[in-house]
């Protein structure tokens, strides 16, 4: 028969605190540089400026025609075509008295030229010549050089996370190579004598292996390069060895289950045999109050190790909250606080016990509806939310229309 351990009377640390502790022990990677190609969700380690005017040159911003402002009457006026400007085949000459040139988007503006005249506002009068609606507006549909960015100008700061628009200003500045955070590497360890593999069919007893499938989804999407190990069986040898070696070769464990308190929880017995330091255990949150996490510093280098729940919607959660923004930070991202923003209920939510809760939601047009589940196992009801709210611990029911404090993580 077995004999669960009494609860600690450790009082359980706050999530904002636990996070704190966690980044306040996140070392900051190295950093290396990569082929842009490469850098899509990296993070920026050093200032990107402008090695030149954006516009490079005055630009067309519509096809049309190039103009001198003051020549074009407020009704119609007759000019004579003198040639075109397109991208990469700007027109020759400057544009003379009476003279128009047909130029495209994108394309040079000639010198002498103050206004572009949209096509829809022109038609063809003769050979070579057009007429225009006017009047036409100085500066109208022209892009001056550097009326974007100037030479030298900051264009992306150290420290932000390289997204599609700030790959594409990177690659408008000739940032070929940038220099970005190594990508952490991730150890996953599931643990259990139950986990059996996802395509087989689990015996009474037995769970499949998917708590690994959901955090490494969470670790990849945030920069990381796992490798994954166990299912490691309860047995404190070999949840040794298993550790051991992801500490050689990793910059985080993550262990899921063992770390509640039972007989069968090896987690953090292991972890002292291998002189690791625990750094917290148990958070005042729920799900996932049984989170674990430590910390092994050699003086050369410093492995975070997180001991996840075991139960598929707290592993999932803790690892969202804690181990993801630690992953940015190592990277070198300038900002990883939680944000949040405010919805409307659109259906009563119930009284707060005495742990801060992390609630699935429905979202409609009405607001946001909290999603009914069956506790912390039921990552199927968590695959059906839409969002996540975090009501505070203590707080009071909620009627439709009251504010929810919905949580967004990880940003897009």
Request: charged fraction near 20%; proline fraction near 8%; charge should be neutral.
């Amino acid at each position: 028969m077995s004999h669960a351990h009494p609860p600690s009377a450790t009082p359980l640390l706050p999530i904002a605190e636990a996070l704190h502790r966690v980044l306040a022990e996140t070392p900051l990677l190295p950093a290396v540089r990569v082929p842009l190609a490469e850098a899509r969700g990296r993070v920026l380690r050093e200032e990107a400026r402008a090695d030149a005017d954006q516009p490079a040159f005055d630009r067309a911003m519509m096809d049309g025609f190039a103009v001198k402002a003051g020549n074009v009457g407020s009704y119609e006026t007759v000019l004579r075509v003198a040639g075109e400007s397109r991208a990469g085949a700007p027109y020759g000459g400057a544009l003379g008295p009476g003279e128009a040139v047909r130029i495209m988007t994108g394309a040079i503006v000639p010198p002498g030229a103050d206004a572009v005249v949209p096509v829809e506002w022109s038609e063809v009068a003769g050979d070579a010549a057009v007429r225009l609606r006017g009047p036409a507006g100085r500066e109208t549909n022209i892009a001056r050089r550097g009326s974007e960015v100037r030479k030298e100008d900051l264009v992306l700061a150290a420290g932000v996370r390289l997204d599609a628009p700030r790959l594409g200003a990177l690659g408008a500045f000739g940032h070929a190579m940038p220099l970005v955070g190594a990508r952490p590497r991730v150890c996953l360890l599931p643990t259990g004598d139950e986990i059996v593999p996802v395509d087989v069919m689990p015996r009474p007893g037995q769970v499949r292996d998917s708590n690994r499938h959901v955090v490494a989804a969470l670790v990849e999407g945030a920069g990381a390069v796992v490798t994954h190990g166990g299912p490691v069986p309860d047995d404190l040898q070999s949840l040794r060895q298993a550790i051991a070696e992801g500490l050689e070769a990793s910059d985080v464990v993550m262990l899921s289950g063992g770390v509640s308190m039972g007989d069968y929880d090896l987690v953090g017995r292991a972890l002292a045999a291998l002189h690791v330091q625990t750094c917290f255990h148990r958070v005042a949150m729920k799900p996932g109050k049984p989170l674990l996490f430590a910390l092994r510093d050699d003086g050369s280098r410093r492995v975070l190790v997180f001991g996840l729940p075991g139960n598929p919607v707290s592993s999932y959660l803790t690892a969202l909250l804690f181990t993801v923004p630690a992953l940015m930070r190592a990277q070198g991202l300038s900002d990883v606080t939680w944000a949040f923003r405010e919805a409307r209920a659109a259906a009563p939510f119930g009284r707060v016990g005495e742990r801060d809760e992390i609630v699935p939601l429905r979202l409609d047009g009405n607001g946001v509806s909290p999603l009914r589940t069956a506790g912390s196992a039921d990552l199927a009801g968590y695959a059906r939310a839409d969002a996540l709210a975090l009501r505070p611990s203590g707080a009071a029911p909620l009627g439709i229309g009251d504010a929810v404090t919905v949580f967004d993580w990880p940003r897009p």
